[in-house]
C-alpha cells in the first residue's frame, strides 16, 4: 500500500488546527503495575464483580477483594467507578485514512480489482490524529480495513497504541471481499436491471475462477515441494488466497442487500468457507436463514439511515437486535475513521431499540473476540487476559459519561486528544474574547 508522509500528515494537522500548534502532542503511555481499588468490575463473561484489578506486565493478574498491591505498583481509588474491558470495533479506516479531502493521506483503496495480497497493516499509521481521539472514548482496538474491488486486501485487528504498526498488531488478519450485488448502487446508477444482473454474474464467475485457480496453484505448490522440477510461477493473489480457500483464514464478506446475504449464504456453503459476514444492513430481512446458516456478522454502523426509502426510520438502530433475537451472533462496527469513538453509542442505539444490553456490551466487546479466535486474549476481564480496559463513571453507552483511564496491553494511556486540547485551548483563550 502507499506509505503516508507523516510529515506531511503534521503539516495538515497544524494547518487546519493553527491555534492550538502548542498543544498537538499527547503525552506518554506508561507501562507498570497498576491496582485498581474498591471498583464496579463489570467482566462481561463472569458477570459484575465488586472489588480490585491487578495489572502485572501486561496481563490481569487478579480480580477480587482485599488484594494486595505488590511492590512499585500505582494504586488507584476506584470507587463509585466501573471498569469495563475496552470496546472491539469490527470494522474502521482507523490508522489508513487522516484527510478525507486529501488523497495523499488515503491509503485504504488501491488500484485493482482482485489485490488479496495488500495487507492494510502495512499502511497504518500510529500517529493519526483520530487514534488518540478514538482510545480516550474506550475504544482500545479496532479491525482496521481495506476497501475497493472484490477482494481489496486484508484488514488487521491493531491495538491503540504503538510507535508502529507491528507494535499494535493484535493478532488477527482476514482477507476482505466484496460480494457481488444486482442491487442498484445508488440514484446515479443508470444500468438496467439486465445490465446489473449481467454484472453481477460476471463478478460472481470471477469469484468463482479464482477459488479454483488457488486450489489448483496449492495443489501444484505442494507437488513442487515433492518434485523441484515441477514450474510454478508465483502469484501473489494466489498465493495470499492459499489460507482462505484452505479454511485457515477468515473471509470477511461484505454483503448488504438481502437478495444478496442469501447469494452470499449459498456461495459459503458450496465452498465450505470460512466467513464473517460484513455490513449485513437488510439482515434482519433474512435473519432466520443467516442463524441457520450459523455464519458471524459483524454488522453496522448502528447509526445510520434506512438502506430503503421505504423502510421505517428505525431499521438501521433495530437491524443488530433482530438478528441477535433470531439467534445471529452479532458483532458491531462503526465503519468509520474519525468517528470510530462512537462506537458505544452505537451499542447504545442498538438497545434503545431493542437489542439486550449485554448481548449488546458483548456485541464490542467478547462476541468479535471470539469470531477472531482470540476470546482467550481479549474482550473481557478475567486473570490471564490482555490488560485493556477503561474506568468510568457510569454506563459508557450514555453521552454524559465521563472517561477518567484508559489502559491498553497493560499501558496507561494519557487521557489527552486533539479535541480535548482544542477544547482545553479555546475554553482558556488568552487573550480572550474582547469587551
Request: net charge neutral; charged share 25%.
Amino acid at each position: 500500500m502507499r506509505y503516508t508522509s507523516t510529515v506531511f500528515i503534521l503539516f495538515l494537522v497544524g494547518l487546519f488546527a493553527a491555534p492550538a500548534l502548542n498543544a498537538q502532542v499527547v503525552g506518554k503511555h506508561e507501562k507498570g503495575a497498576f491496582l485498581f481499588k474498591n471498583a464496579t468490575i463489570e467482566t462481561v463473561t463472569k458477570g459484575t464483580v465488586k472489588g480490585d484489578l491487578l495489572v502485572e506486565d501486561g496481563k490481569i493478574t487478579g480480580i477480587g477483594t482485599s488484594i494486595t498491591a505488590p511492590a512499585g505498583a500505582k494504586v488507584v481509588d476506584c470507587t463509585d467507578q466501573f471498569i469495563y474491558p475496552g470496546f472491539i470495533d469490527g470494522g474502521t479506516q482507523l490508522g489508513l485514512i487522516e484527510v478525507g479531502s486529501v488523497s495523499l493521506t488515503q491509503d485504504a483503496n488501491e488500484i485493482g480489482d482482485v489485490i488479496p495480497y495488500m495487507d492494510a497493516l502495512t499502511a497504518v499509521n500510529p500517529n493519526s490524529v483520530a487514534i488518540p481521539v478514538t482510545r480516550v472514548g474506550g475504544v482500545t482496538t479496532v479491525i482496521t480495513m481495506p476497501t475497493g474491488g472484490i477482494f481489496p486486501g486484508q484488514a488487521s485487528l491493531i491495538n491503540l497504541v504503538g510507535y508502529t504498526p507491528d507494535q499494535m498488531y493484535a493478532g488477527f488478519k482476514a482477507v476482505r471481499m466484496n460480494f457481488p450485488s444486482s442491487g442498484s448502487r445508488g440514484r446515479w446508477d443508470r444500468r438496467s436491471e439486465e445490465d446489473r444482473k449481467k454484472d453481477e454474474e460476471k463478478k460472481l464467475k470471477q469469484i468463482t475462477d479464482l477459488w479454483e485457480e488457488t486450489r489448483l496453484f496449492a495443489k501444484v505448490k505442494e507437488a513442487k515441494k515433492k518434485d523441484s522440477s515441477v514450474k510454478l510461477n508465483y502469484n501473489p493473489s494466489l498465493e495470499a488466497m492459499i489460507p482462505v480457500v484452505n479454511g485457515d483464514m477468515a473471509l470477511l464478506i461484505e454483503v448488504n442487500r438481502d437478495a444478496d446475504i442469501l447469494s452470499a449464504l449459498r456461495w459459503i456453503k458450496k465452498n465450505d468457507v470460512k466467513a464473517i459476514l460484513t455490513g449485513v444492513a437488510e439482515g434482519w430481512r433474512v435473519a432466520d436463514s443467516i442463524a441457520a446458516a450459523k455464519v458471524p456478522v459483524i454488522t453496522g454502523p448502528v447509526i445510520n439511515i434506512p438502506s430503503r426509502g421505504s423502510d421505517r426510520y428505525d431499521r438501521a438502530y433495530a437491524n443488530a437486535g433482530l438478528m441477535h433475537k433470531a439467534g445471529v451472533t452479532v458483532a458491531l462496527r462503526t465503519n468509520n475513521t474519525e468517528n470510530v469513538r462512537d462506537l458505544p453509542f452505537h451499542a447504545g442505539f442498538a438497545v434503545a431499540y431493542g437489542m439486550d444490553r449485554q448481548a449488546a456490551l458483548e456485541a464490542i466487546t467478547i462476541t468479535p473476540a471470539r469470531m477472531m479466535g482470540l476470546g482467550d486474549q481479549i474482550g473481557s476481564l478475567e486473570v490471564g487476559k490482555v490488560a485493556s480496559l477503561f474506568i468510568c463513571d457510569g454506563d459508557p453507552f450514555e453521552t454524559s459519561t465521563q472517561i477518567s483511564k484508559v489502559v491498553i496491553e497493560g499501558w496507561d494511556i494519557p487521557m489527552d486528544s486533539r479535541h480535548i486540547q482544542l477544547y482545553n485551548e479555546f475554553l482558556n483563550r488568552t487573550p480572550g474574547v474582547k469587551d
